[in-house]
């Protein structure tokens, strides 16, 4: 009995003594803390980069450069980390760690996080919708349990803005070829052209397209449908027709307009092509019209010149362009992309929707206007209507008096939608 009370007395003392030690630990540790001798770690950087990425998630390959002020290295189990990645407020990507290794000084802390795709369409729609304006924040937090849960937080903040419709907008005269032998060409001149972003939903980004054309020919002609496809890097995001006809007379201008419409849930697999391939997509819509003629026949026309294709680059991190990526370092990481159009036809500084180019000869330099203008005459076979192939009447220069001449009609009417190889053909 003795023995068992001596035993109890030394384990209580044992006990004692630990629960001494761990209250000066504590008044230590607090008191260095108050004295400035030791201090939770702060994140000082954060440096994000895209992985790998497939058809389903793309990796987020984050780097947290954190100080340790204190004079020896932390290892401990309540020490983590939290960090997101948001895009207008939609969470793109989280990790947390936990039980880190964080030596004296600076250490760099890596982590991985996955992003899953389906999300892409989510903050497309906010980016359509703040006018192509993208704010990317990257949150990190470190929490210290040892100095009672202590968190010091780094946000970086930085816009990307993109431009994908703003060349569109043209007043460059363009004729519209049937390529048809018994046709002359051209069936149409597109003097103006415009485009605007529709009221984006979750499933749908609709364009809103206008253009502004002339009928050259004397007799009229109905079209009956306009249809499109948008393609991103050579995927196809939308596809259609508008359901509404269009009755044009002969030498007479029309407005015409076409809602094309991008499917929203075809976005993941574009955003795959635009990080495989540098953060550049190749925005490309194609349309083409059906044209009904006085006695019913109707024929199909490719509107090459009205082709739209735009080339966008993005640097959501801000790394692009260099070896080690950016460290962050210099402030809150704000940039803006600048998209660059592919090379085409300009008009003073403002870049015009291209199309495929052709060999010298007559080109309309001006919209014919046939209110203040003196209209063409016809040529010698076809009275001025579609079929023949004598010669094309030329549009008159603007102001101008009298009656043009007619010019023999090539094989290449010098347009910019002429045709010069069949590899330069767009096909339907």
Do not use: C
Not at 186 to 213: C, E, K, M, Q
């Amino acid at each position: 009995m003795i023995r068992e009370r001596r035993r109890v007395r030394r384990a209580l003392g044992r006990v004692a003594t630990l629960l001494v030690a761990v209250i000066v630990l504590i008044a230590a540790v607090g008191a260095a803390y108050l004295l400035g001798v030791v201090g939770a770690p702060t994140v000082v950087a954060v440096e994000n980069r895209f992985g790998e990425v497939t058809d389903e998630t793309t990796e987020v390959e984050t780097d947290l450069v954190v100080n340790n002020p204190n004079p020896v290295g932390v290892t401990l189990g309540g020490t983590t980390v939290d960090y997101t990645v948001r895009m207008n407020g939609v969470a793109m990507a989280s990790g947390h760690g936990g039980g880190l290794s964080i030596d004296r000084g600076e250490s760099t802390l890596p982590f991985t996080t996955r992003m899953r795709n389906e999300r892409i369409p989510t903050w497309w729609v906010t980016h359509v919708r703040r006018g192509e304006r993208t704010k990317v924040v990257v949150d990190a937090t470190v929490t210290a349990s040892v100095l009672g849960d202590r968190s010091v937080s780094l946000a970086q903040e930085r816009r990307v803005e993109t431009d994908l419709l703003g060349a569109f907008a043209s007043e460059e005269t363009r004729p519209v070829n049937a390529d048809w032998p018994l046709v002359s060409d051209p069936v149409l001149y597109v003097n103006r052209t415009t485009a605007a972003w529709g009221n984006v939903t979750d499933a749908r980004t609709p364009i809103d397209a206008s253009f502004r054309v002339y009928n050259p020919k004397t007799v009229p002609y109905l079209i009956t449908e306009i249809g499109y496809t948008v393609t991103m890097n050579g995927l196809t995001v939308g596809e259609g027709s508008t359901g509404r006809e269009y009755f044009i007379e002969g030498r007479t201008t029309e407005n015409l307009s076409a809602r094309t419409t991008i499917d929203n849930d075809r976005l993941d697999d574009w955003w795959v092509s635009h990080l495989r391939n540098d953060q550049v997509t190749d925005l490309r819509i194609d349309f083409h019209a059906v044209l009904e003629l006085p006695g019913g026949n109707e024929f199909r026309v490719p509107l090459d010149a009205l082709t739209y294709e735009r080339t966008v680059e993005t640097d959501i991190f801000g790394n692009e362009g260099t070896d080690g990526g950016d460290t962050g370092r210099s402030g809150d990481g704000s940039g803006t992309t600048t998209p660059s159009p592919t090379a085409g036809p300009t008009s003073g500084d403002a870049a015009t929707p291209t199309a495929s180019t052709a060999a010298p000869g007559p080109t309309p330099t001006t919209a014919p206007d046939p209110t203040r203008t003196p209209a063409p005459t016809s040529t010698p076979t076809d009275g001025g209507g579609l079929l023949g192939s004598g010669g094309t009447p030329s549009p008159p220069p603007a102001g101008g008096s009298g009656t043009p001449t007619p010019t023999p009609t090539p094989t290449d009417d010098g347009g910019l939608l002429a045709v010069t190889d069949p590899s330069a053909r767009v096909t339907d």
